[in-house]
């Protein structure tokens, strides 16, 4: 079940929430009721390159996001903003790149449409996850269903932590519901049998099923590591499961800005 209030997800049965402490309806479901059966949800990405979200909510329906991330909305659709778990789970999601508060945004009359824009060039990636757990790169997550839980996930291996690209804390997202991410540039799908590995450059690792293992692997070979222009390490992911590739890293993007960027005055 989850907090009325809050959102916090709660064990069966709880009588207070352990975040914010308000107290329960002993009655109340394991889901939100719009949930409960299907986790259908009518949306539309569009924008090309630079896309956003569109969704349509029916009354009682709701989405949230972080903090400053609605583009526009339906007067039906009333916003709250909050921790949205409590403070430790917010500063987790802090140390993984998204806010401290997030706002959730409600539809009180049907067919109440809003739209989310990304706020990089590339695509948005919508995924149901029915149970089963995605690990994202940080600051990818852009919204979410309430019975989706978004949290910090933190590496095991600490080759993947210091040399994998993205550091020691990645986005966890679990529970039952709809979610989107941000990606950085185009987006490929990979599905990987059991024992199957890729190879990939630091940072194109845009998200990966809980199922597949992520480590980083140091490049073989003298030449490979002084010529190959690829760093000294790759990100190695093993199946089974799905994995999303992205051809562009903020990161990479940013440094072949930097030599076009002004240093200084023109007198």
């Known amino acids: ?35 409960q059966g299907s986790n259908n949800l009518d949306f539309t990405i569009f924008g090309g390159n630079l896309p956003a979200v569109t969704i349509k909510l029916g009354a009682g329906e709701s989405i949230y996001t972080q ?13 709250e903003t909050n921790m949205r778990g409590g403070f430790l789970k917010g500063l987790g ?59 910090a996930y933190v590496t095991k291996s600490i080759g ?16 039952t519901g709809h979610a989107f ?18 190879k990939v450059d630091t940072g194109n690792v845009a998200a990966f099923e809980g199922s597949v293992n992520y480590q980083a692997e140091m490049v073989k070979g003298f030449k490979n590591i002084l010529f190959g222009g690829e760093g000294l390490f790759l990100t190695t992911l093993t199946g089974p499961g799905k994995v999303w590739l992205q051809t562009m890293t903020m990161p990479s993007f940013a440094k072949r800005l930097i030599p076009y960027l002004p240093t200084g005055s023109s007198n």
């Open 1 to 35: 079940m989850f907090c009325k209030n809050c959102g916090a997800a709660l064990p069966d049965g709880s009588k207070f929430c352990g975040a914010c402490g308000t107290q329960q309806d002993q009655a109340a479901p394991a889901y939100p009721t719009a949930y």
């Open 93 to 151: 999601r802090m140390f993984s790149g998204e806010s401290l508060f997030m706002a959730t945004f409600t539809a009180t009359a049907p067919g109440q449409e809003l739209t989310i824009a990304s706020s990089f060039p590339g695509n948005i990636l919508p995924l149901e996850l029915t149970g089963r757990t995605i690990i994202a790169q940080k600051s990818s997550f852009l919204c979410a269903q309430p019975s989706v839980e978004l949290s």
């Open 160 to 175: 993947a932590g210091l040399f994998g690209g993205e550091g020691f804390i990645l986005q966890r997202l679990t529970g």
């Open 67 to 79: 903090s400053g991330g609605l583009s526009w909305m339906d007067s039906g659709i009333i916003m």
């Open 181 to 198: 991410l941000e990606i950085d540039g185009s987006l490929v799908e990979r599905t990987l049998a059991p024992g199957e590995q890729i």
